[in-house]
């Protein structure tokens, strides 16, 4: 499925994919809303999103769409890739990003990538992805073990409180 305004780029998506049997843009809507509509209908298995929609920013139509299809592929069609781009692609639940300027080949390609399951995304997001997951996971433990400590704490100045004197 195609979510894009500029039927230019609808167009090129439905010349590049009409040479692969395996393809098919099963639908094409120009708004977040009718993509999200459309999506619960004919649960389509990659969703090109553009981030730029009439009615809706793309990563909130990709954060949806990832919840009513978690086993699509969503890629993000955007202007900007830098790390952080990617980690909200990410966040929203793509697994990759493009330009409207990737090349043919480039773009085919990431549908077919993506189309098997692959993470479209380069090394240094999976490397920050990784490091944040390990730093809230850190996080957590030290809640964890000061909230223990505090309860030892609490059982140990209890007990030193009632503690026979003498």
């Known amino acids: ?14 010349a590049l994919t009409a040479e692969y049997p395996d393809f098919q843009v099963a639908r094409e809507v120009t708004s977040g809303v009718a993509a999200l509509e459309m999506a619960s209908w004919f649960r389509p298995h990659v969703v090109v999103v553009d981030e730029h929609l009439p009615d809706a920013n793309g990563l909130q139509v990709c954060e949806h769409l990832h919840q009513g299809l978690e086993d699509a592929a969503l890629i993000l069609v955007a202007e900007l890739h830098t790390d952080a781009v990617r980690l909200l692609a990410v966040e929203a639940g793509a697994c ?16 077919l ?29 030290r809640r ?11 059982f140990i100045g209890a007990w030193w409180r009632r503690r026979p004197k003498g």
């Open 113 to 141: 990538r993506a189309a098997e399951g692959e993470f479209l995304m380069p090394r240094s997001v999976t490397l920050r992805l990784f490091r944040v997951e390990r730093a809230l996971r850190q996080q957590a433990l």
């Open 96 to 111: 990759g990003l493009i330009s409207r300027t990737t090349s043919d080949d480039d773009l085919i390609l990431a549908l």
């Open 1 to 14: 499925m195609v979510v894009e305004a500029r039927p230019l780029v609808v167009d090129r998506l439905i």
């Open 144 to 154: 964890h073990l000061q909230l223990r400590l505090g309860l030892i704490g609490s």
